[in-house]
């Protein structure tokens, strides 16, 4: 059964019109994450929750936000995509310090 | 940066011979998780070695962590053409509930 899900798996859009990415998880961890993987590069934290707590990387684009509804649930919005933001992105949790992360499958963002 | 940097970029090995991958890191950590990754797809989660361990076993993996040179390694015997994969290790600093990866090894194995 999945445990986390991400959906779409494949995303397409066009420069500047913004994207909403969704996750979701059925293990009812407390932390959840937000990585970004360009091709054939390490992935990138992007920004992680630890139950409502908020934490950006420093170095994340402003262009790049997250909302976390409830413990199941998290969303990646990209308010005005460029070309270089095309990138699989990749949603993770754990249900806290010391412990493994699971990772989705991923949604691969496509932008024209 | 945390980031840990792992050696070699590439590798490329004749089935049935024995991979290894060595990552570094740059700050004391909490644990080190090794991933795979085939070419797009997900991150499949290998081996968590805590701080207080030395070495952990599964299956034909062998993973060792040395924290007072802040480094590991990944071994992979017996290897076969479907381990063929990116490997990542990540890092989870101490106080911090994030992981972050190294740079990752692209491991070849030829039939």
């Known amino acids: 059964d999945a445990m986390v899900i991400q959906n779409p798996r494949y995303q397409v859009t066009q420069f500047g019109k913004p994207v909403t990415l969704s996750c979701s998880q059925t293990?009812?961890?407390?932390?959840m994450y937000w990585y970004q993987q360009k091709s054939s590069q390490a992935p990138k934290l992007l920004f992680h929750y630890y139950d409502k707590d908020f934490n950006n990387e420093a170095d994340t684009p402003d262009n790049f936000q997250s909302r976390r509804p409830n413990t199941s649930f998290c969303f990646l919005d990209i308010r005005s995509p460029g070309l270089g933001d095309a990138a699989m992105y990749l949603c993770?949790?754990?249900?806290?310090?010391?412990?493994?992360?699971?990772f989705g499958p991923g949604t691969r963002l496509l932008v024209l | 940066s945390q980031q840990g940097e792992e050696d070699p970029q590439a590798l490329s090995i004749q089935e049935g011979e024995n991979a290894t991958m060595n990552c570094s890191y740059k700050t004391s950590i909490n644990n080190l998780q090794w991933y795979r990754q085939n070419s797009g797809r997900g991150l499949v989660h290998l081996i968590l070695i805590r701080s207080n361990e030395r070495e952990k076993h599964s299956g034909r993996l062998r993973v060792t962590l040395d924290t007072s040179k802040k480094s590991s390694s990944l071994l992979i015997t017996a290897s076969r053409a479907a381990d063929t994969a990116s490997y990542f290790c990540?890092?989870?600093?101490?106080?911090?509930?994030?992981?972050?990866f190294g740079t990752g090894t692209r491991l070849k194995v030829l039939a």
């Open positions: 993770a949790t754990r249900p806290g310090t010391r412990e493994t992360q699971y």
């Open positions: 990540a890092t989870e600093g101490t106080g911090t509930y994030k992981y972050i």
């Open positions: 293990l009812n961890h407390n932390v």
